[in-house]
């Protein structure tokens, strides 16, 4: 076993060659289940993962909720703040992982997101005006016994296959139904 940087780069690759020989470990599904708690407060619970014909039950909690200003509780992070949280999670798994299977232990990985609002979209105020982000900006701080060659060529690899990244980049489609309940 050869751990970089936390991770076992020899079940790193066993994945890699699993998906790479296998059909049925192609692809991956996730589930979630979010219930209001009250005011602007909603508690989501992971449930599943289903990679081929393997269900690995999953429970964790995150909770969310608006700060003060927005009309919140300021008792859990907000949604904007969760969204982005999830996209500094995937890349970092990818910067760790692709340094570690290069060999190159990390001192120091850090990444900063932000993005700026107009609440008039939010809001419902301005119909001209996008409810969500313009723009999204990240900055990676990343140190350890590589070379700037090979960090570049992490950062460009995980622009590439970071499954977060690629869902906040493009546009996808996200299909919605409404159940109402007696």
């Known amino acids: ?3 970089v940087n936390g991770i076992d780069k020899d079940k790193v690759a066993q994945l890699v060659k699993s998906v790479a020989e296998q059909p049925q470990q192609r692809t ?3 589930q979630v289940r979010s219930h209001w708690e009250g005011g602007m407060r909603v508690k989501t ?3 599943s993962i289903t990679q081929g014909e393997q269900k690995m039950e999953r429970s964790f909690a995150i909770v969310s ?3 003060e200003n927005l009309g919140g509780q300021d008792s859990a992070p907000n ?3 969760l969204l982005m949280a999830a996209l500094n999670a995937c890349l970092g798994v990818g910067y760790a992982v692709g340094a570690a299977m290069q060999g190159i232990e990390l001192t120091r990985l850090e990444i900063e997101t932000e993005g700026t609002l107009d609440l008039r979209g ?3 105020l301005d119909d001209q005006v996008s409810p969500g982000y313009e723009n999204i900006r990240y900055h990676v701080y990343m140190a350890g016994n590589g070379t700037e060659e090979q960090f570049a ?6 622009q590439k296959t970071s499954p977060n990244f690629y869902n906040l980049s493009r546009p996808i489609p ?3 139904k409404l159940v109402v309940i007696a």
Do not use: S
Request: hydrophobic share 35%; no cysteine; proline share 7%.
């Open 45 to 47: 619970r992971t449930e």
């Open 1 to 3: 076993m050869t751990i």
């Open 153 to 158: 060529q992490i950062h460009a690899h995980v």
């Open 65 to 67: 909720d608006e700060p």
């Open 79 to 81: 949604p904007q703040e």
């Open 122 to 124: 939010f809001l419902g």
């Open 174 to 176: 996200i299909e919605g």
């Open 28 to 30: 991956i599904t996730f």
